[in-house]
């Protein structure tokens, strides 16, 4: 397949025309839905990344690529981290890593820290198939100083508070023990304006990825979590969170990391969502909804795709 050709046909064929605006008369900001349905299954917890201009989605049955998130082709790489609601993808050097496998679920699993990486989209690349990785899952890496990064994360026996970096993704080397922040897995980790922050329901930040200290005790006055974290406009927005683990269709949004304001959403209520920016424009697919709330009992996925940008 010439990936080229088939970008420049479905951009000359696809038309964002935002008609399907969210009515937020007052906000500067607008959402618009650009697919229905994406070709790929409803579902939650997996990575859309923006990439030489183009969408793609990493999700547990494969990968998919577009220009503009309205027209999507399937890619012939094929999800080799495994269970993909445990680890994750991480683009580094010009390459997207599959740090570890991962097979089974927290009670029963295996893991292999195995490496691969992809240059051309097209097809994976052995780096190691066994390395030092450290076998953490929830702990979601982060690129900084040159170095692939990753924070605590759990092995279902333990959480961790320490960090680790490779400048391979293969050799990988403990920077720091017994952080400050604790023990703990799943936060996500942005670099904004210069500095590194740690978001989970709270907000750290650092210079140095080393020496940490908390500049927001508590983003929201619910728990959150299951949102997917983007900088965007000078802002960050955190997108899909769940609060008390019941969904809702906004997001957080902060131009600091220590005061946060709610914003709604013309999407449905869900988290676990896949974000990244495009060009100008936010883009959001999956996730899910139900579950814990007693009026929503069942879970309902999502395969819909939209964008967001200034009006």
Not at 67 to 74: K, L, Q
Not at 128 to 157: C, E, M, Q, Y
Not at 218 to 239: C, H, M, N, R, T
Not at 291 to 296: H, L, R, T
Request: aromatic share 14%; with cysteine; glycine share 8%.
């Amino acid at each position: 397949m010439n990936y080229a050709l088939t970008l420049c046909m479905l951009a000359c064929s696809a038309d964002i025309a935002f008609a399907q605006k969210g009515k937020q008369p007052d906000e500067p900001y607008e959402w618009v839905q650009l697919s229905t349905a994406a070709p790929y299954s409803q579902s939650y917890n997996f990575q859309i990344f923006s990439i030489r201009d183009t969408l793609w989605v990493f999700h547990s049955e494969g990968v998919w690529f577009s220009p503009d998130g309205t027209s999507w082709v399937r890619s012939p790489l094929s999800n080799i981290l495994g269970n993909n609601a445990f680890l994750d993808y991480v683009y580094f050097n010009d390459q997207v890593y599959a740090l570890g496998h991962f097979e089974g679920n927290i009670e029963h699993f295996r893991f292999t820290p195995s490496v691969y990486a992809t240059v051309d989209l097209k097809r994976w690349t052995l780096k190691a198939g066994v390395s030092n990785l450290p076998k953490r899952f929830f702990a979601h890496p982060f690129v900084f100083r040159d170095k692939v990064w990753i924070i605590g994360g759990t092995d279902a026996a333990h959480d961790y508070g320490d960090i680790w970096n490779s400048s391979d993704g293969v050799m990988w080397t403990r920077a720091a023990n017994a952080l400050p922040f604790a023990k703990r897995s799943g936060e996500h980790i942005i670099l904004f304006n210069g500095r590194l922050l740690m978001l989970a329901d709270d907000v750290w930040e650092s210079s140095d990825a080393i020496h940490w200290r908390q500049i927001c005790p508590k983003i929201a006055d619910e728990q959150i979590y299951g949102y997917s974290p983007v900088v965007f406009d000078g802002k960050i927005w955190l997108i899909g969170c769940s609060r008390n683990g019941k969904f809702a269709s906004e997001v957080l949004v902060s131009t600091d990391g220590v005061t946060w304001e709610s914003k709604r959403a013309p999407w449905s209520p869900r988290g676990g969502v896949a974000a990244c920016v495009l060009n100008d424009m936010i883009v959001m697919t999956g996730g899910k909804y139900g579950g814990i709330d007693p009026s929503n009992p069942e879970f309902v996925y999502n395969n819909d795709v939209w964008g967001m940008r200034k009006k």
